[in-house]
């Protein structure tokens, strides 16, 4: 008899059983979906989906305006509840909010009249605790991020590139272990998206955390990405999961310029174009 385990179930096999153990995936979707209810009816946002993700991969989602891809990430941040299915971290089902997820959005949400410091700080006040020991790994991380020299200016004096860099150190500041990022890049310009995208695969490699990323930019997902999971139009469902086998970072091209002049990248493009079926009725 050949089994299929977690680790933790691993204990209770008999001598003698032929065994491939398989560690719990860091997040697991099983047979999740979604419909919300509002006034106006009912619109099913997401049906089936199935997925999942090992501790330290880096995920990007692609599909269609409208076909869950925010959804799935307030599911694994707690911030809504599946209609069908579970969503589970390290094999516990998420029932609300909880420390181990961070979020990085479109828009970066700094508080203006806050330093940076006093930003990346804003965490850790909530949670109260040892602020001394936060306050020095909140210049560890701005020093690390770049911002060193711009920890007592205002977010207002800093381009965009930097302010997403500081947001970045506030979610990094309360150590989460999952990081979703909801287009972060999306509001600024190609050239700070490239260069930023890259630092920002970086560090989240970097500092082992589990990354899903959200997207409209194939190339992006692409360059970004360990796999890159393709949804239908709404209700989402699973269409495709591509693995990217490109080479980490580390060259003096930046990867996201790199990734797109390979042989291989115009053919994952198209595939995960047609995949999209963005003509569609
Ligand atoms: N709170 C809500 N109440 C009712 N419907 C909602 C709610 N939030 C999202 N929806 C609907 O659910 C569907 C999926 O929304 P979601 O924001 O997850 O899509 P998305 O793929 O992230 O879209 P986009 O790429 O445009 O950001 C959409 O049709 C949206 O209008």
Same mark, same amino acid.
């Given at each position: 008899?050949?089994?299929?385990?977690?680790?933790?179930?691993?204990?209770?096999?008999?001598?003698?059983?032929?065994?491939?153990?398989?560690?719990?995936?860091?997040?697991?979707?099983?047979?999740?979906?979604?419909?919300?209810?509002?006034?106006?009816?009912?619109?099913?946002?997401?049906?089936?989906?199935?997925?999942?993700?090992?501790?330290?991969?880096?995920?990007?989602?692609?599909?269609?305006?409208?076909?869950?891809?925010?959804?799935?990430?307030?599911?694994?941040?707690?911030?809504?509840?599946?209609?069908?299915?579970?969503?589970?971290?390290?094999?516990?089902?998420?029932?609300?909010?909880?420390?181990?997820?961070?979020?990085?959005?479109?828009?970066?949400?700094?508080?203006?009249?806050?330093?940076?410091?006093?930003?990346?700080?804003?965490?850790?006040?909530?949670?109260?605790?040892?602020?001394?020991?936060?306050?020095?790994?909140?210049?560890?991380?701005?020093? /690390?991020? +770049?911002?060193?020299?711009?920890?007592?200016?205002?977010?207002?004096?800093?381009? %965009? &590139?930097? $302010?997403? #860099? =500081?947001?970045?150190?506030?979610?990094?500041?309360?150590?989460?272990?999952?990081?979703?990022?909801?287009?972060?890049?999306?509001?600024?310009?190609?050239?700070?998206?490239?260069?930023?995208?890259?630092?920002?695969?970086?560090?989240?490699?970097?500092?082992?955390?589990?990354?899903?990323?959200?997207?409209?930019?194939?190339?992006?997902?692409?360059?970004?990405?360990?796999?890159?999971?393709?949804?239908?139009? /709404?209700? +989402?469902?699973?269409?495709?999961?591509?693995?990217?086998?490109?080479?980490?970072? %580390? &060259?003096? $091209?930046? #990867? =996201?310029?790199?990734?797109?002049?390979?042989?291989?990248?115009?053919?994952?493009?198209?595939?995960?174009?047609?995949?999209?079926?963005?003509?569609?009725?």
């Amino acid at each position: 008899m050949t089994i299929t385990i977690t680790v933790d179930t691993a204990k209770r096999l008999a001598d003698g059983d032929a065994v491939t153990v398989r560690p719990v995936p860091r997040i697991a979707f099983r047979g999740v979906g979604l419909r919300y209810f509002s006034p106006r009816g009912e619109t099913e946002a997401l049906c089936g989906i199935d997925l999942d993700i090992a501790a330290g991969e880096f995920v990007a989602i692609v599909g269609q305006s409208g076909c869950g891809k925010s959804t799935l990430l307030s599911l694994l941040a707690g911030l809504a509840s599946p209609s069908a299915g579970t969503v589970l971290i390290d094999d516990v089902p998420v029932t609300g909010p909880g420390r181990r997820v961070g979020f990085m959005l479109q828009q970066d949400t700094l508080f203006e009249w806050r330093t940076i410091l006093e930003n990346t700080l804003l965490g850790p006040e909530l949670r109260g605790g040892d602020m001394a020991a936060a306050r020095d790994r909140a210049r560890d991380l701005l020093i /690390r991020y +770049g911002l060193g020299d711009f920890m007592d200016h205002k977010p207002g004096q800093l381009s %965009g &590139g930097m $302010r997403q #860099r =500081a947001a970045l150190a506030r979610t990094m500041c309360m150590d989460p272990d999952i990081l979703l990022l909801d287009e972060p890049f999306s509001a600024l310009d190609f050239q700070t998206r490239l260069t930023l995208s890259d630092e920002i695969a970086d560090i989240i490699r970097r500092e082992g955390k589990t990354a899903i990323l959200v997207t409209h930019d194939i190339p992006e997902a692409i360059s970004m990405a360990d796999r890159v999971v393709v949804l239908s139009r /709404r209700p +989402g469902r699973i269409r495709a999961v591509h693995d990217i086998g490109f080479p980490s970072a %580390g &060259g003096v $091209r930046p #990867r =996201a310029l790199a990734v797109r002049e390979t042989p291989e990248f115009p053919h994952l493009f198209n595939t995960v174009w047609e995949e999209l079926d963005v003509h569609a009725e």
